[in-house]
């Protein structure tokens, strides 16, 4: 994609990288179509034609022979049929990819959006059909929103070639530029009927696998296990093949989450991965480690990816400029509005919230069960020192595996974070990045290891706000492997436990 001319810069200096870029073009074949406009410069001497895509008041897109372009409207004066209003420009939003997420959380969002800018809002009157942003009064339309369910590639494949500008996805490729849009998880479901009191990690994945076949393998009754999925290339189907590292069997497909559930909760025997704003009917079935560490899928667990089978649901976008209106909804998704619609709609929103890490016993009770050594007591003890009248943040990092990278959840809170330290947010709070890691069985290599990724996101945080100034920083504290949340013996357990979390505490007084 070309950038070609900006707003308010000196209208000459566009038009020779249009001539370097896109070739000069003196008119278009014949037989041109509705959808074809041309644009020329305002002295006459360039133009280019091609056909219309959007126009959102300050640039023009269209497709050329010489691939997408955005011009600034100010550069140029538009001929043919398809040229916009030029007094009420409409914005066309296309979105693609998950339609679980998007037909659960969009029309949530959009009517946020609508309400927080001001705007009349024209629901859809048949599914395909587009939501339309009206403005007061005069009723003219200045936004279409418009969503088409694709799988994922296929969505992906759509915002390349223009057919869309965003793709609600449940993974993000490490090509695409995304956000993270809500936080979902997965979670075992099973009937009502069904007597199994909980599963651990481990015989989740090996049903999952087709290794159990029957309930008495997993500590249920003499029957057999039946397997329930998606079908194969929806977005859930493939987050949960990207988790396990391949495709889960399923013994009875079905083609939406909500005809999952219901199947689900009449087959005493059914077992599958849903959702956990999607279980319907069925029961959630609770998840433990396979050392007795419960695994709760709770707002709090979720948001701090306590939980490992927490689910981002990304909004991914494209390497091209958005229509203006496109932009302003993205920045508005940050807001505490679009965070309640995004919790109205069943699933987690990612606002900023903590909680006091005195109701943090069972963490505390892991810690004790996991102590060994003559090192662990005065840790443990200086952990319980530090943990006293803090609170914890629900916004914890965490890493590629073996890296000190960022994973993306925790790029974005990362973003998020330096967002609220450079607005003086956190002004009335000292704030502690306090590093974990797994334990290797050496104290001190895992103390220096914990360390070095709570220094690694400070540092990270610093880059994205060097204007902040230092009294405002996080301090940096580390406990080793003190606070396991899971069980060090399996690769999810490990990544788990190694994590820089926020701690929260009131700001000394000026003396």
């Excluded at 269209?62 to 955005?70: D, E, M, Q, Y």
């Excluded at 140029?76 to 979105?95: M, Q, S, Y």
């Excluded at 102590?371 to 003890?381: D, I, M, N, R, V």
Aim: charged share 20%; hydrophobic share 50%; with cysteine.
């Amino acid at each position: 994609m070309m950038w070609l001319g900006q707003q308010g810069k000196d209208k000459r200096r566009a038009w020779p990288v249009f001539a370097l870029c896109a070739g000069l073009i003196l008119g278009w074949p014949s037989g041109a179509r509705a959808q074809d406009i041309t644009l020329t410069s305002r002295d006459g001497a360039l133009s280019v034609s091609g056909q219309f895509t959007s126009y959102d008041g300050a640039f023009y897109r269209l497709t050329s022979a010489f691939g997408p372009l955005t011009i600034a409207a100010e550069s140029v004066v538009c001929e043919g049929p398809a040229c916009p209003d030029l007094t009420a420009p409409k914005a066309l939003i296309r979105l693609t990819g998950d339609g679980e997420a998007a037909r659960t959380l969009l029309p949530a969002l959009i009517a946020a959006f609508a309400r927080a800018r001001g705007f009349d809002l024209r629901a859809p009157e048949r599914p395909d059909a587009p939501t339309l942003l009206l403005q007061k009064g005069s009723q003219l339309v200045l936004a279409e929103f418009t969503f088409t369910a694709r799988a994922p590639e296929a969505a992906r494949s759509a915002m390349t070639d223009v057919a869309a500008d965003l793709v609600v996805a449940r993974f993000a490729p490490l090509d695409s530029p995304a956000q993270v849009l809500a936080l979902d998880a997965l979670i075992p479901i099973v009937s009502p009927e069904n007597p199994l009191p909980r599963l651990s990690t481990a015989d989740l994945a090996a049903a999952l696998a087709g290794k159990v076949q029957n309930w008495q393998q997993i500590g249920g009754p003499d029957m057999p296990l039946v397997l329930h999925g998606l079908d194969q290339g929806s977005d859930l189907a493939a987050a949960l093949a990207a988790r396990l590292g391949q495709t889960p069997r399923a013994d009875q497909t079905h083609p939406d989450l909500a005809s999952l559930a219901q199947a689900v909760a009449r087959d005493p025997w059914a077992l599958a991965v849903t959702g956990r704003a999607n279980a319907g009917a069925a029961r959630p079935l609770p998840l433990a480690d396979s050392c007795g560490f419960v695994l709760d899928p709770s707002p709090q667990s979720v948001k701090s990816e306590d939980y490992p089978l927490t689910l981002p649901i990304y909004l991914l976008t494209p390497q091209r400029r958005l229509p203006l209106m496109a932009r302003e909804f993205l920045e508005f998704l940050a807001l505490p509005a679009a965070q309640a619609a995004i919790a109205d709609a069943g699933f987690v929103a990612r606002n900023f919230e903590s909680v006091p890490l005195a109701k943090d016993g069972a963490r505390l009770i892991n810690a004790l069960n996991a102590a060994s050594g003559k090192e662990a007591l005065p840790l443990l003890q200086r952990l319980a020192a530090a943990m006293d009248g803090a609170e914890r943040a629900a916004m914890t990092f965490r890493f590629e595996d073996g890296t000190s990278d960022l994973d993306v959840v925790s790029q974005s809170n990362l973003a998020s974070l330096a967002q609220l330290i450079a607005a003086g947010e956190l002004a009335d709070k000292s704030l502690i990045l306090a590093g974990f890691t797994a334990s290797t069985g050496d104290a001190e290599a895992d103390l220096a290891a914990s360390k070095a990724l709570a220094a690694a996101v400070l540092a990270a945080l610093q880059a994205l706000a060097p204007d902040v100034e230092a009294a405002y920083w996080p301090q940096v504290d580390a406990f080793g492997a003190a606070l396991p949340i899971a069980c060090d013996t399996t690769a999810a357990g490990k990544r788990l436990n190694r994590r820089v979390e926020l701690w929260l505490r009131p700001a000394p007084l000026p003396q």
